[in-house]
């Protein structure tokens, strides 16, 4: 008889929604877990996620939930608190400029890595692709040493569409096309807001917008190119080409397709982004007032924004998240389109967010509990498109996103 593995404590870092999601579903799957910790600067943003997974009794056997403050942008702290709470596996779901920080510390402890999005230099804005290659790629010969689990990116977008492209392509012989389409239906009510941290948000849509597209990368500005797409659920929708981590990605895994990334906007969003960017005021440089005050226009826009957390109690509505991945079987030109469809006013209900966090953090739980049971256990650093998109598509199922697709054959449930 084998004898069964020790439980995986698990380390969450950052507390914001995606936090507050990750840390509910962890707590709904930790007789699968070992101990739970959530760490961020401020400790009581951590202890208020865990009264709120305590208030839903979230927790699926008895057990401690402990809150803990960490700079994660010092990596021998959060290597110290990964060794002082045991952590095996770490979620890193803290903004972007942290992420070579805490894989780093991972590195240096031994613990599994997963984050939800490519690492950002609060100094640069969009980059030269390829973004992976200018940071995480660079620690692969170091995970591979250490015999580390690095999993990048594996939010929803990127992630689970990486393993929708994934799930297609593995049915044709060849792929000439991969479109992710991101649309928000959803309306949270206020005048202008964000759905995710402001200044990560903008910062995403003021640089070059980059495509691979007849093997090489293309160059837009953003809102330039727009097409309309039908999609389930929630219908038609005007979409716009965005710059975005998964291309960098499944260019360089399907190098001979087209990768694109299709994001959706209303016209009031436009115009507002397009008022603040002509004006300076998503400049991440310093400019000096009159009374010699330095001020970083985006932070200062990202302060007077909503916290995205705080839209959920009042958003309604639904998310459409999908990709069309063309290509050719036996000769035959095939289209598949997997796509999942989740609902705000369910998202809060179950833990207190919106649909935007939802999406984003339910695929890193998942990707915990396969590293947990050694499934994704694989030591070495991946992107979620290297690895079996089947396990993860089935237990994202159970958890509140269940895949379906759109092909010749009509609407459906995934074939498992």
Not at 88 to 100: L, P, Y
Not at 313 to 320: A, I, L, M, R, S
Not at 352 to 376: E, K, N
């Amino acid at each position: 008889m084998t004898t069964p593995s020790p439980a995986k404590n698990v380390l969450i870092i950052g507390a914001g929604g995606v936090a507050q999601v990750v840390a509910h579903k962890c707590a709904q799957h930790n007789d699968r877990f070992g101990a739970l910790h959530i760490a961020s600067r401020t400790q009581a943003k951590c202890d208020a996620i865990i009264a709120s997974v305590q208030a839903k009794g979230a927790m699926k056997v008895p057990g401690a939930f402990h809150a803990h403050a960490v700079d994660a942008m010092d990596s021998a702290a959060v290597a110290a608190l990964i060794r002082d709470t045991g952590a095996q596996i770490v979620i890193n779901v803290g903004s972007a400029f942290v992420n070579m920080t805490v894989l780093d510390a991972c590195i240096a402890t031994g613990a599994a890595y997963i984050d939800t999005a490519i690492h950002e230099d609060p100094a640069k804005i969009c980059e030269t692709p390829p973004w992976y290659g200018n940071y995480e790629w660079t620690r692969r010969d170091a995970c591979e040493k250490a015999g580390v689990t690095a999993i990048l990116g594996i939010g929803f977008d990127p992630g689970v569409v990486n393993a929708y492209a994934r799930l297609a392509a593995d049915q044709m012989d060849h792929v000439t096309a991969i479109d992710i389409v991101d649309i928000n239906a959803g309306s949270h009510g206020r005048w202008f807001a964000t759905n995710f941290d402001p200044e990560i948000n903008f910062r995403e849509f003021t640089g070059t917008v980059y495509s691979w597209q007849n093997g090489a990368w293309a160059e837009n500005t953003m809102f330039e190119v727009g097409q309309n797409w039908d999609m389930p659920v929630v219908g038609p929708q005007r979409a716009y080409l965005t710059g975005h981590d998964e291309v960098h990605s499944l260019s360089a895994r399907y190098p001979e397709a087209d990768v694109r990334f299709w994001m959706g906007f209303g016209d009031h969003y436009i115009n507002v982004f397009t008022v603040l960017k002509n004006l300076g005021l998503l400049s991440e440089k310093p400019v000096t007032t009159a009374e010699g005050q330095q001020v970083i226009p985006l932070k200062l826009v990202k302060a007077v924004l909503p916290d995205p957390a705080s839209l959920a109690p009042d958003y309604v509505g639904k998310t459409c998240i999908g990709v069309r991945v063309q290509g050719a079987k036996d000769g035959v030109a095939v289209e598949m389109f997997p796509y999942n469809v989740a609902d705000h006013k369910d998202a809060f209900t179950e833990v207190g967010a919106q649909g935007i966090s939802y999406t984003a953090g339910v695929p890193p739980v998942a990707a915990a509990l396969l590293i947990a049971d050694g499934t994704w256990d694989v030591k070495h650093m991946v992107n979620v498109e290297d690895l079996d998109p089947k396990p993860l598509l089935t237990l994202l199922d159970g958890m509140g996103l269940p895949t379906r697709i759109k092909d010749a054959a009509g609407d459906r449930a995934w074939d498992q």
